[in-house]
């Protein structure tokens, strides 16, 4: 009977102990895992609002659409250059979809008038002096506009817009032998691209802007590799000639901008 009290008494005491023992682990485990919030939850809210707010931001203060009207100039380098000269003004017609402060996609339109002089005679045309060939180009394109981001800069860089352009082009090209009408019209195209930089002030804000924008311009021309233009080996009466018409074209541009 001493023995089973002595058991009775032991196991009083030692269940509490060992119920406190038990609890204890599983109380800080819950402590430990317990969370104010979902952590991505909580990213994904964050970076809601923050577009939320940008957005709203863009269409308050933003530009959505422009359009551009402007006159400038085309010029070439290489034997292309040496041979034309240039008829300004070059014609700019475009428009512009703002996808936010620093970006836009750009639809366009230029035409340009260039003249080679050949006044001596030439592989290609050896019985006669071709005299004045009329070039007209004609490049439609598609482009993209990057604005710098110039908070951290002075009022006069910011208030000038300063922006990269990458273009994609296609050069429509015509060449007519105004001295000599039984040759007929030369016609073809090429694929180019155009890439520069520009600046834009504004002179009544979101509603109106003068831009001026220069670009190099490499153009796959079609009679790029002619050898009609060469001299003639040999030939008294062949003084000069061109070896090919390669070369890239350089622009400047003004525009007066539109802006909704």
Same mark, same amino acid.
């Given at each position: ?44 809210? &964050?970076?809601e609002a923050t577009q939320v707010l940008e957005d709203e931001r863009f269409y308050r203060y933003g530009r959505f659409f422009q359009a551009m ?42 035409? *340009? ?7 001596t005679r030439v592989n290609q045309y050896r019985d006669e002096i071709i005299g004045a060939i009329e070039t007209n180009f004609l490049r439609p ?68 802007y003068v831009s001026v924008e220069a670009l190099y311009h490499q153009v796959n021309f079609f009679d790029k590799f002619t050898a009609d233009y060469?001299?003639?080996?040999? &030939? ?6 061109? &070896? ?6 350089? *622009? ?9």
């Amino acid at each position: 009977m001493t023995h089973f009290l002595r058991l009775v008494l032991l196991l009083t005491l030692a269940l509490p102990t060992a119920g406190f023992s038990q609890e204890t682990p599983d109380e800080l485990m819950d402590d430990d895992l317990t969370i104010d919030g979902d952590i991505f939850n909580d990213f994904n809210e &964050d970076l809601e609002a923050t577009q939320v707010l940008e957005d709203e931001r863009f269409y308050r203060y933003g530009r959505f659409f422009q359009a551009m009207v402007g006159l400038g100039l085309t010029t070439f380098t290489g034997n292309r250059g040496a041979a034309y000269t240039d008829n300004p003004p070059t014609f700019h017609v475009s428009v512009a979809f703002f996808l936010g402060f620093q970006s836009a996609i750009i639809l366009g339109v230029e035409y *340009s008038k260039h003249t080679a002089f050949i006044d001596t005679r030439v592989n290609q045309y050896r019985d006669e002096i071709i005299g004045a060939i009329e070039t007209n180009f004609l490049r439609p394109f598609v482009g993209f506009r990057y604005y710098m981001d110039t908070t951290d800069l002075g009022t006069a860089i910011t208030y000038s817009n300063p922006h990269f352009i990458a273009r994609m082009e296609y050069w429509y090209q015509t060449n007519k032998f105004v001295e000599r009408r039984t040759i007929p019209d030369q016609k073809g195209g090429g694929i180019g691209i155009g890439v520069g930089g520009g600046l834009e002030f504004p002179i009544e804000i979101k509603k109106s802007y003068v831009s001026v924008e220069a670009l190099y311009h490499q153009v796959n021309f079609f009679d790029k590799f002619t050898a009609d233009y060469q001299q003639i080996p040999n &030939d008294p009466e062949s003084e000069f000639g061109f &070896d090919d018409l390669t070369g890239a074209a350089l *622009s400047l541009i003004l525009t007066y901008n539109f802006t909704w």
